[in-house]
Protein backbone atom coordinates (compact mmCIF):
# COMPACT_ATOMS: atom_id res chain seq x y z
CA UNK A 1 0.00 0.00 0.00
CA UNK A 2 1.28 3.22 -0.70
CA UNK A 3 0.07 6.51 0.88
CA UNK A 4 0.56 10.01 -0.95
CA UNK A 5 0.21 12.95 0.69
CA UNK A 6 0.09 16.13 -0.97
CA UNK A 7 1.07 19.57 0.40
CA UNK A 8 1.89 23.39 -1.31
CA UNK A 9 -1.35 24.73 -2.79
CA UNK A 10 -2.93 27.66 -2.26
CA UNK A 11 -4.27 30.94 -3.54
CA UNK A 12 -1.79 33.03 -5.62
CA UNK A 13 -2.58 35.92 -8.49
CA UNK A 14 -1.90 35.34 -11.80
CA UNK A 15 1.86 35.59 -12.78
CA UNK A 16 2.44 33.92 -9.58
CA UNK A 17 4.15 30.54 -9.10
CA UNK A 18 3.55 27.70 -6.56
CA UNK A 19 5.72 24.19 -5.47
CA UNK A 20 3.51 21.59 -5.01
CA UNK A 21 5.19 18.61 -3.31
CA UNK A 22 4.21 14.80 -2.98
CA UNK A 23 4.95 12.79 0.44
CA UNK A 24 5.11 9.18 -0.97
CA UNK A 25 5.63 6.16 1.47
CA UNK A 26 7.09 3.17 0.83
CA UNK A 27 11.10 1.88 0.27
CA UNK A 28 10.63 1.35 -3.14
CA UNK A 29 9.59 4.92 -4.66
CA UNK A 30 12.46 5.18 -6.99
CA UNK A 31 10.36 2.70 -8.37
CA UNK A 32 7.16 4.34 -8.80
CA UNK A 33 5.82 6.43 -11.94
CA UNK A 34 5.20 9.67 -10.04
CA UNK A 35 2.45 12.20 -11.93
CA UNK A 36 0.46 15.27 -11.22
CA UNK A 37 -3.23 15.37 -12.08
CA UNK A 38 -5.92 18.38 -11.96
CA UNK A 39 -9.74 18.42 -11.60
CA UNK A 40 -10.91 21.85 -12.34
CA UNK A 41 -15.00 22.43 -11.30
CA UNK A 42 -16.87 20.61 -13.55
CA UNK A 43 -14.39 18.95 -15.42
CA UNK A 44 -12.38 15.60 -15.74
CA UNK A 45 -9.45 14.70 -13.74
CA UNK A 46 -6.77 15.48 -16.55
CA UNK A 47 -2.44 14.34 -16.13
CA UNK A 48 -0.55 17.59 -15.69
CA UNK A 49 2.69 15.84 -15.64
CA UNK A 50 4.49 12.91 -15.23
CA UNK A 51 8.35 11.32 -13.87
CA UNK A 52 9.50 8.12 -14.44
CA UNK A 53 12.25 6.06 -12.59
CA UNK A 54 14.85 6.94 -15.25
CA UNK A 55 13.79 10.38 -14.67
CA UNK A 56 12.09 10.85 -17.91
CA UNK A 57 9.40 13.13 -17.96
CA UNK A 58 5.71 13.88 -19.78
CA UNK A 59 4.03 17.63 -19.97
CA UNK A 60 0.56 17.88 -21.39
CA UNK A 61 0.81 20.58 -23.88
CA UNK A 62 -1.24 23.21 -21.55
CA UNK A 63 1.81 23.31 -18.96
CA UNK A 64 4.81 22.77 -21.32
CA UNK A 65 7.15 25.47 -20.72
CA UNK A 66 5.34 26.66 -17.27
CA UNK A 67 5.46 23.58 -14.89
CA UNK A 68 8.17 21.26 -14.01
CA UNK A 69 7.78 17.82 -12.67
CA UNK A 70 10.86 16.74 -10.54
CA UNK A 71 11.28 14.24 -7.69
CA UNK A 72 13.70 13.22 -4.74
CA UNK A 73 14.34 9.30 -4.31
CA UNK A 74 16.49 9.90 -1.24
CA UNK A 75 12.93 11.90 0.03
CA UNK A 76 10.39 10.24 -1.35
CA UNK A 77 9.00 13.29 -2.80
CA UNK A 78 7.87 14.57 -6.26
CA UNK A 79 7.30 17.82 -6.72
CA UNK A 80 5.26 20.33 -9.32
CA UNK A 81 6.42 23.55 -10.07
CA UNK A 82 4.20 25.45 -11.86
CA UNK A 83 4.99 28.77 -12.83
CA UNK A 84 3.35 31.69 -14.69
CA UNK A 85 0.14 30.28 -13.22
CA UNK A 86 -2.92 31.51 -15.15
CA UNK A 87 -6.70 31.74 -14.04
CA UNK A 88 -7.40 28.23 -15.91
CA UNK A 89 -4.90 26.52 -13.80
CA UNK A 90 -7.36 26.66 -10.88
CA UNK A 91 -8.09 22.97 -9.60
CA UNK A 92 -7.80 20.26 -7.23
CA UNK A 93 -4.09 18.92 -8.09
CA UNK A 94 -3.32 15.36 -7.23
CA UNK A 95 -0.73 13.24 -6.80
CA UNK A 96 -0.26 9.69 -8.50
CA UNK A 97 2.20 6.55 -8.19
CA UNK A 98 2.18 3.80 -10.49
CA UNK A 99 3.59 0.86 -9.51
CA UNK A 100 1.30 -2.14 -10.06
CA UNK A 101 -1.23 -0.53 -9.39
CA UNK A 102 -2.19 3.09 -9.25
CA UNK A 103 -2.14 5.52 -5.89
CA UNK A 104 -3.77 8.46 -5.24
CA UNK A 105 -3.21 11.56 -2.73
CA UNK A 106 -6.51 13.64 -1.73
CA UNK A 107 -5.59 16.35 -3.29
CA UNK A 108 -4.08 19.88 -2.67
CA UNK A 109 -6.32 23.10 -4.00
CA UNK A 110 -4.64 25.42 -6.56
CA UNK A 111 -6.42 28.79 -7.09
CA UNK A 112 -5.04 31.53 -9.37
CA UNK A 113 -6.80 34.76 -9.20
CA UNK A 114 -6.89 38.34 -9.01
Known amino acids: QVQLVESGGGLVQPGESLRLSCQASGSIFSRYVMGWYRQAPGKERELVARIYSSENTYYADFVKGRFTISRDNAKNTAYLQMNRLQPEDTAVYYC????????WGKGTLVTVSS
Open 96 to 103: NAEYIRDY
